[in-house]
């Protein structure tokens, strides 16, 4: 156990300085560049170191230290349950900001720039980690120094296989980021590392479940077994496409290229109000329909009460109302 309190040390000092370079970079940077770059290469440092370690626990310490997995699976759940609550609101991950830059959410300089500090972190989490490892604090520090020259490939499975496995876990996580982006830190946080810890179980052993570029490149780019190409289409490309497909699914298009929703169509908000039918002798009939094409005479005359009508239309002649017609002039009267 004496290499596991090794690591568990290496852990807190790595978090501990990242903290300290945080608050440091806080208090002495503008608002803009301390969380464009300082958060992001901070976190990308942070994380880095803290992933460095747990392959060397993961690969040398179930046979040289004893190590089983349900420990390892436990201290990479508590690595991103303080990823979390230290991170300040960085991302640490490349689809992550170029998910950002496709929801409309950050510019593209900002995006370039958030890049830029996490590559920059990774480097320094690299250089950070083997220079721990040099010390030979532990046996298995030891053994990785040895091995070191000689690193196994994270991708144990073909390329196509490979690309589809990243591609699955970066669309779950993004999926799971857009979803609970407006939940709050106290949920948000272990639902993300007990996502993040199932991943890696499920697909560990095929590609190491990073679904993160940056860091993939920095762990597993140098290794041989495979060529830079085949790296890139399964650690690169597979994640990016399962990023755009998770906008996709959630948003229906992707704010930042399409205004229009290309998945689902919009429902109008305001429902336009229907005229009723009102009863009459032809049958229903709405008003705008019973009046269309009329003169406004007839139009006042379907409105009139049905006796009123009728008198207006039949008038009784003289002799039926009891007086004599008028006399008419004969043709022999007209000549004279």
């Known amino acids: 156990m004496a290499g596991l309190n090794v690591s568990l040390l290496f852990f807190l000092a790595t978090i501990a300085l990242c903290q300290a370079a945080r608050r440091a970079a806080k208090a002495l940077l503008p608002k803009g560049a301390y969380v464009s770059f300082a958060l992001e290469a901070a976190g990308a440092a942070q994380l880095g170191a803290c992933c460095l370690e747990m392959r060397m626990l993961a690969e040398l310490g179930p046979w040289a230290g004893g190590f089983g997995p349900d420990l390892l699976l436990t ?39 958030k890049l830029a500090a996490q590559g920059l972190g990774m480097q320094a989490a690299c250089a950070l ?43 779950v996580f993004h999926l799971a980021l857009l979803r609970l982006r407006n939940s709050l830190s106290v949920y948000r946080v272990p639902a993300v590392a007990l996502l993040v810890t199932v991943s890696a179980y499920t697909a560990g052993p095929l590609t190491s479940a990073f679904f993160n570029p940056t ?17 890139a289409q399964v650690y690169w490309l597979g994640p990016l496409t399962g990023m755009v497909l998770a906008i996709l699914l959630y948003h229906g ?23 009723k039918p009102a009863p009459g002798p032809e049958g229903p009939q709405t008003p705008t329909e019973g009046c269309r094409g009329q003169e406004p005479g007839q139009r006042r005359a379907r409105q009139q009460p049905l006796g009123s009508l009728w008198s207006s239309m039949w008038r009784p002649g003289p002799w039926l109302r009891g007086t004599k017609p008028a006399p008419t002039a004969s043709p022999e009267t007209i000549r004279q």
């Open 253 to 275: 298009h992707l704010p930042r290229l399409f205004q229009r929703n290309l998945l689902y169509g919009q429902k109008n908000k305001y429902r336009t109000p229907k005229g």
């Open 75 to 113: 201290l990479l759940f508590l690595l991103f349950l303080a990823h979390g609550a230290t991170f300040d609101g960085a991302s640490a991950n490349p689809t992550v900001s170029l998910q950002e830059l496709l929801l409309a959410e950050a510019s593209l300089p900002r995006t370039l720039l």
């Open 215 to 231: 860091l993939a490149a920095s762990v597993t780019f140098h290794c041989s077994g495979h060529t830079l190409l085949e790296y």
């Open 129 to 171: 980690t083997r220079l721990y490892w040099a010390c030979e604090l532990s046996d298995l520090h030891v053994l990785q120094n040895l091995m070191a020259e000689h690193c196994s490939s994270a991708l144990r499975t073909t390329v196509a296989h490979g690309a589809l496995v990243e591609g699955a876990c970066a669309f």
